[in-house]
């Protein structure tokens, strides 16, 4: 259900692997040629196909025959760019999210490192990218069976955020330099809807009815979690991580028992309200009667 | 021949801005002659034309665009992201703006970051720039000798024509064309050419003067194109007829998506332009793959 409710309020991109991110800062429009039309999965947003040869049909079928037969069978760029960030990540403790890894990167798969220059937003890309394949692998687990029916809710989630912030311990080094790309503001819309889908991800996995306040509000609250933990894991020096586990089990705790703490905050008001109430009213009561008596003897009111 | 189109318009002051509605792939090539000019004869004209230009190229691209021009070769070289180690080839780059603007680029600010690059690209950058006439190139290798670049072995500085490259095919990792796309005779010839030389994961970047459609602005240009530069060839370069034939080259060149559409004929993928001030300038841009 949350599912189709992200997918409703994040727009169509949402499917999970290989997501065409191309905020354009600047008008810049995308032509596809006609013979890569027919074979492409998904088509980035905002382009047009252009087909050259609509004059003359027959023409147009030789040529596209001619050309597909004379090429080799051409990579999309989506998939170009998808390998070689995969193979830049490798290159990332050492180089940090930068460039120069993503030359690295594209050097390891045989392609000039010019296609570096073509990625937007660079660094964000390589970032990007990781979060999503994160975000992939944390479904995959979930998908192949993790075992999560014995938990309370409250653990699930920690169990959840656990197995993802782990994904990140091979580059945790440079994890501030990630989040630092993350914060600017040309890519902060696409970091907050790439984690706003991890956040509704475990809410999903975690399964309905593990409480009662509203969508936003539970999304609001583990990404509170979920970053608070992720900071605390960067100045953790503890053995495997254990004071971040501890944290995060606190956080978690916290949120579900500042749910209850709510609710019990609302009725605690409501009795209040009531308990006013009848004392205004009461002394209302008092007060009219009194002067219903006396009214009768004095004039001046 | 590239250039041929110069010729011919020498024998054609009739020629109308308007002419430019023929959008065919062939037409600036060779729909106005008014006069058959033999080929060694179109040469020479089109050698003098140059030659003549050379010297105050750069002054006249300052007082034509209002210093413009540098921002927008700034804007193609920000884009192209050059790095060390690169081999790049610029072309009709006769005085040598962008190709400058990539070295500096690459030595700079890249060099202290190179220590973090792996040991084995330790290749040296090189940067051809080619261009069909020699005094262009002179000029552009003066240029070099005045910034202290004058035996640098990253600039290389080649003549040759756009349609027919000397350089192997998969040897380049970049390729610029800043305002000598329109002068091409035979565009896709050109493009085709960028194709073969361009490695795989190879960028194609072109700069020019394109079509503008936004409507007051659009007269705007059109009034400053054909009343104002004309004049100020004659004053500053002693030339009109040669900015005449700029101002109606622009013109005839095909509009952002088709040539757009050009490009990924000649086998680009992910193509893109962008319009800068309005659609008076297009950076196309494109990648081998």
């Known amino acids: ?301 | 021949m590239a250039l041929r189109s110069i010729s011919r318009r020498f024998g054609s002051r009739v020629l109308s801005y308007r002419s430019s509605s023929l959008a065919s792939l062939h037409s600036h090539a060779t729909s106005f002659g008014f006069q058959q000019v033999k080929e060694e004869e179109k040469s020479k004209l089109v050698g003098n034309v140059f030659t003549n230009v050379a010297s105050s190229y750069d002054i006249m691209n300052d007082v034509m665009s209002g210093g413009l021009h540098r921002l927008w070769k700034e804007r193609l070289v920000g884009k192209l992201s050059p790095f060390a180690g690169m081999k790049h080839l610029d072309v009709a780059g006769g005085t040598g703006d962008v190709a400058f603007r990539i070295f500096d680029a690459v030595n700079s600010v890249k060099r202290r970051a190179l220590r973090k690059v792996d040991e084995d690209s330790l290749e040296e950058t090189q940067i051809y720039v080619c261009d069909i006439n020699p005094n262009m190139l002179n000029v552009g290798k003066q240029r070099a000798a005045e910034r202290g670049l004058g035996d640098n072995k990253s600039l290389v500085w080649v003549e040759g024509d756009a349609e027919a490259l000397s350089f192997d095919d998969n040897s380049m990792d970049g390729y610029t064309i800043a305002f000598g796309i329109r002068n091409v005779t035979h565009i896709e010839k050109a493009l085709a050419e960028a194709y073969r030389v361009l490695k795989r994961g190879g960028r194609f970047l072109c700069l020019e003067l394109s079509h503008v459609d936004i409507p007051v602005f659009k007269d705007v240009y059109d009034l400053y194109s054909f009343k104002v530069i004309p004049n100020l060839g004659e004053l500053i370069a002693g030339d009109r007829e040669s900015y005449q034939y700029l101002v109606e080259s622009v013109r005839r060149f095909p509009p952002q998506e088709k040539f757009a559409t050009m490009i990924a004929d000649a086998g680009f993928e992910k193509v893109e332009y962008e319009n800068l001030v309005g659609g008076v300038v297009a950076i196309h841009s494109a990648i081998k793959l």
Not at chain 1, 142 to 168: A, F, T, W
Not at chain 1, 250 to 276: C, M, P
């Open chain 1, 1 to 301: 259900m949350y599912r189709t409710a992200a997918r409703r309020l994040l727009g169509a991109g949402f499917t999970t692997s290989r997501l065409l991110r191309l905020p354009k800062p600047r008008p810049t429009t995308t032509i596809i040629p006609y013979s890569y039309c027919t074979s492409s999965m998904e088509s980035p947003i905002g382009n047009q196909s252009v087909n050259p040869n609509q004059s003359d049909p027959t023409a147009a079928r030789e040529e596209g025959h001619r050309r597909d037969e004379s090429r080799k069978p051409r990579a999309e760029f989506q998939e170009e760019q998808a390998r070689v960030l995969a193979a830049s990540l490798r290159h990332v403790p050492r180089l940090g999210w930068t460039e120069e890894a993503m030359i690295a990167g594209s050097r390891e798969v045989g392609v000039s490192p010019s296609i570096v220059g073509s990625f937007s937003r660079k660094e964000a890309a390589l970032v990007e990218y990781f979060m999503d394949e994160c975000l992939q692998l944390l479904i995959d687990r979930v998908d192949s069976g993790l075992d999560l029916q014995n938990l309370i809710p409250s653990e699930r989630v920690s169990k959840l955020v656990r197995i993802r912030l782990e994904m990140q311990i091979p580059y945790m080094s440079k994890w501030p330099q990630a989040l630092s790309i993350q914060a600017h503001p040309v890519n902060v819309p696409t970091s907050f809807k790439q984690r706003a889908m991890l956040v509704d991800e475990i809410w999903h996995t975690v399964g309905d009815g593990a409480s009662d306040l509203d969508w936003y509000v539970k999304r609001t609250v583990l990404g509170g979690v979920y970053s608070a933990t992720e900071i605390y894991m960067l100045t953790d020096d503890s053995p495997e991580y254990r004071d971040t586990w501890a944290f995060l089990d606190d956080r978690v705790k916290d949120a579900f028992d500042l749910k209850k703490s709510i609710q019990e905050a609302k009725y605690f008001a409501q009795d209040i309200g009531a308990g006013v109430g009848k004392s205004f009213q009461g002394l209302m009561n008092g007060v009219m009667q009194t002067m219903s008596t006396r009214g009768g003897r004095s004039s001046a009111f």
